[in-house]
Each structure stands twice: as C-alpha cells, then as structure tokens.
C-alpha cells in the first residue's frame, strides 16, 4: 500500500456523478514539483461545478487549494525541501487520480509558499486560488494590466467584494494604494471597509450604478469576482464615457454579451500561473510566461505579507475529513457562502492546541453577542487570531474576521 494514497475520487452511474473515497497510485512529482502530504483543503467554487457539471468525467479528483508536508522533491526543486510546511495550489480534476480531495498531491515550486508561522494552517489554505485570481485580474496584461506605480490615481470597481476573491483582490489593490469601490450585502460592509475598501454599495440596491458613478465618475477598472446574469452588465454601467475594462471571472465571458459600448471586457484563468497549456471548456490558453512570473512574484511576496498582517486570510469554516466533502459542496449549493471559505481538515490538531482552543471558545461561548456569530467548526481559528492579534500590532490592515468585535 505504500504507493497508494485515499482519494475522493468521481464515479459516474448511470451518468451521474458520485463521491467515492478509494485507495488509488500516489502520484509522482515531475522535475520542478514537490509531492505534498495533505493537512488541509479550502473548498473552491470550481470544486463544486466542475463535479456538478461532470466536466471531467469519472475518476476526477478535485480540490485546489491545500496546505501539507513536503514529502518528496523532483530533481529541479531547490525552493523546498522535504519535511517544509507549504501552502499549493493544483489544479484539481485535470488530470485523473491528482487533487487536493486526497492524502497526497503535487505542487509546483513556484506556484506554493511555505507556511508562515503566524498563520494557522487552514488560514493559508484559503489563500493559494483566490489571491492568485485577485493578482492576475489586477495585473495581468491579458485582464486589467493595472499599472502598480500609479498607486493612488488608480480607481478599481471591485463587484463582488465579500467573496473569497474580492476579499483578497480589496487587499491587494489597498497594499498599493489604490481608491476601492466595492459591493456586497449589508451585513458585509463592514469587513470589506476593513480590508480597504473606500466605499461600499449594496449589489440589490436599484441606485448602486448611480452611486458608484457619483463617488467615481471617472472610472476605468472593474473586477466583476461574480460573473452572474447581472453582475456584469450592471458593472459595465459605472465605467465612464471615454472606456474602460472589465475582467470578468468567468473564464468563457459568459454574460457578456450586454455590456455597454465603452467596456473591454477581458477575463482571468487562475490556472495561467502555471507554466503550461491550459483548457477551459472548448478554449485553449497558450502557456504564458508573463503570468506565470507574475504569480510567482505573489507567491514569493505573500508569506511576508501575511506574517505582517498585510493580508489577512479568508474567514474558515473548518469540517472534519474527506467525508464531510458532501456537505461542504451542499453549503454552496445552497447559497449560505458568505465572506468565508470552507476547509477540510485531514490531520487532527495537536491535542494540547485543540485543547486549548476548545477552552477558548467555551469562555467565549458565555458572551451573548458571540453566541449569535458562533460557528462550531470555527474555533481554532478565533483562538489563534485572537492571540495573533495580541502578540502582534502590525501596521497592516485590519480586515476583520469572523472574531474580531470579541476579546
Ligand atoms: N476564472 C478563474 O480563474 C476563477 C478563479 C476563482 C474563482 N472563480 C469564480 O469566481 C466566483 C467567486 O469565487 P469565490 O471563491 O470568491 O466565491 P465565494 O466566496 O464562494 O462567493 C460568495 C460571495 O459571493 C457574493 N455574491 C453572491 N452574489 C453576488 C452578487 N450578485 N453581487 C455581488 N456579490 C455577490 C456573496 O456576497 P454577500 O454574502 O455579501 O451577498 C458571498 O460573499 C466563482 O463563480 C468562481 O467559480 C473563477
């Protein structure tokens, strides 16, 4: 059994896609790739969809974003070593039998970081897919192409701000000083104020287009991080006269079609960070060069960034186990996502931390108002961001998470 590994692999019966948890071959890492034993997973969009909508057929592994041990290297890796702590990225499904749903998966050198030691792990599995989208759609020649030097005379719409990739594209584009204006819900306004945003509309409210143009009436960037019937051509409605872009995130433009004469629409493919063809649907993406060295420019820069509190990681919800996969899948479905990303733990935490953690959260438990916010699964989580917060006054921004109104 020693070259096998569990797996949550697609069977398809009778045509329908089903999880199916299975002993299959490990796989190997190629020259610049390192072979990852998997601690824990952040649940993707894509995870959900492409198993919905069976795009690669039976015998898929999905999952993407994951955190875990180096256990092997191939012969060109000089960037990790066996027995780092790294965060990657893969891009599940692809290729049969490789995935994050998995005890074992591969990563590219370039494309992974190591885990700072400030952050716990599932923190950092939320960050590899989201932020690496949120950095290309800002700054990729083939989707907005921000220029960075101009700092503060950039203005970005960023429609969609509460989700995964809002919330760290908010971050990055604050990092270098852009005006941010975003949408969300309600209820969301206040963590993407934190996490830089200058001002923040309502996506439902009849007037957000007049809004936006009143606060900017000049704008250029839009990062439309929904991609949705609406969401587009709503946006598209806010950009000035003289034109503008829109990166959408649907990597195919769909809903498109209606968007106002003056808007370039452009779209971001994650998987472009890899230095390799990439297919989506029926269109093929050529390597690309450029943004695979923009990428790893993130990837490089991003463990320092979050050590310093720059970047703050996605709220989590933590689920136990591959098994619990099902019902991550079904939170999305069912539209309950918002503004945190479900993780799955593999490896259970050490036992005096979890001890700990459980002690933290029963004291806070007696506090009403954190009552009303508890997430079961999220208790780790506030533990270490609460001490992270005391330990450290880092001058960086205070996206707020799911704690933080809580001693
Ligand atoms: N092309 C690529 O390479 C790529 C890469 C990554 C993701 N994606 C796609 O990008 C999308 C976002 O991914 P994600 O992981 O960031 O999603 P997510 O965090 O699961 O999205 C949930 C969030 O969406 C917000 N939302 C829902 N409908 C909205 C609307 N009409 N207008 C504005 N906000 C709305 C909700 O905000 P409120 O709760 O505040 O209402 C919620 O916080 C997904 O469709 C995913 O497939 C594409």
Redesign the pocket.
Known sequence: MADTMLALVQRNSNGKPAFSKEHIPKPQPEPHQLLVKISHIAQ???DV?SFDRNISGDGAVFGCDFVGTVEDVGKDVTRASKGDVIVGLIRGGEKKGIGAYSEYTLADQRISFKLPASISPAAASTVP??AG?AWLALFSKDCLGIDRDKGSQNTVLV??G?????LYTIQIAALYGFKIIT???P??FDLVKSCGATHVFD?NDPCVVQKISEVEPNLQYVFD????D??SVTASQAIRKEGGELCT???DKSFTENVTNQTKVT?????TAFLKENRFLDTLWPPSKEDHELAAELFENIPAWLESGKIKPNATSVKKGLDSVKDGHKE?RDGK???Y?IVYELKRLAPILKLQADLVSCILARNKDYEHRYIPDRSYEHFRLSRSRQSKNSGGHKCKNSDQSHP
């Open positions: 993707n969009p894509t969809q897919l989201a989208t429609w969609g509460s989700s995964s990739v809002g949408t969300c819900s209820r969301n996506y991080t929904i991609g949705n609406k969401s995130v649907r990597p779209a971001v493919l994650v998987w999305h996502i918002s503004a990303k």
